[in-house]
C-alpha cells in the first residue's frame, strides 16, 4: 500500500485526491476537485492558491466507496481531515500552514469528540478556528471543513 495508506478506502480517498495544481490567470493555481465514487463532478475546486495563499473549499468525511459521509462520526472526521491534508499537499503545503479552519457540525454533541480527533492532526500551535452548528450539510456529513493556509518559508525550501 502507499505510504499513509492503512485501508483500502484510504486508499482510494489518497488516489482521489492524488492531483497537480492547474495553473489559471495571473499566476493562480487551483487544485481540482476530487471525485468520490458514486459523485457528480462539482463546480469547483478542492483549493485555489493565490500567492502563498491557498483558500481550502469546504471538505467532507466521505466514503469513498459510497461516495456518502462515513456512517461512523469519528471515521467521518478522519477522512475529513485526511482529505483536507491531501489537498494541502496537492499544493505543497502541510496542516501545520493552516492558519483558520471553520468547521461545521450538524451535532454539538460531537465537539469534544471532534477535538480529540483533530488534535492529532497538528504539531504544537493549532490554526484559529470557529465550530459552528449548522441542520444540514451536503451528502448526510455530520462535518464540513473549510480553511486559508499559508505557504511559509521552510529551510531548505
Known amino acids: 500500500m502507499k505510504a499513509g495508506c492503512t485501508t483500502p478506502a484510504l486508499c482510494a480517498l489518497i488516489a482521489a485526491l492524488s492531483v ?3 495553473a489559471g490567470a495571473a499566476g493562480r493555481q487551483y487544485v481540482p476537485h476530487a471525485v468520490a ?3 457528480p463532478p462539482a463546480p469547483f475546486s478542492d483549493a485555489v492558491l493565490e500567492g502563498n495563499t491557498l483558500y481550502v ?5 466521505l ?3 459510497t461516495g456518502n459521509a462515513a456512517t461512523d462520526p469519528d ?3 478522519r477522512l475529513m481531515m485526511d482529505a483536507v491534508r491531501h ?3 496537492s499544493a505543497g503545503l502541510t496542516l501545520d500552514d493552516l492558519v483558520s479552519v ?3 457540525c450538524t451535532d454539538l454533541a460531537l465537539y469534544d469528540r471532534f477535538n480529540a480527533l483533530y ?3 497538528f504539531h504544537g500551535h493549532y490554526p484559529a478556528r470557529a465550530f459552528i452548528g449548522v441542520d444540514k450539510l451536503v451528502r448526510g456529513a455530520r462535518f464540513e471543513l473549510q480553511g486559508v493556509a499559508v505557504k511559509a518559508a521552510r529551510a531548505g525550501h
Do not use: K, Q, S, W
Not at 57 to 61: E, P, Q, T, V
Open 20 to 22: 497537480p495544481l492547474v
Open 37 to 39: 465514487a458514486n459523485a
Open 57 to 61: 473549499a469546504g471538505h467532507l468525511g
Open 63 to 65: 466514503d469513498p466507496a
Open 75 to 77: 471515521t467521518e472526521a
Open 87 to 89: 489537498t494541502l499537499e
Open 102 to 104: 471553520t468547521v461545521f
Open 119 to 121: 488534535r492529532t492532526y
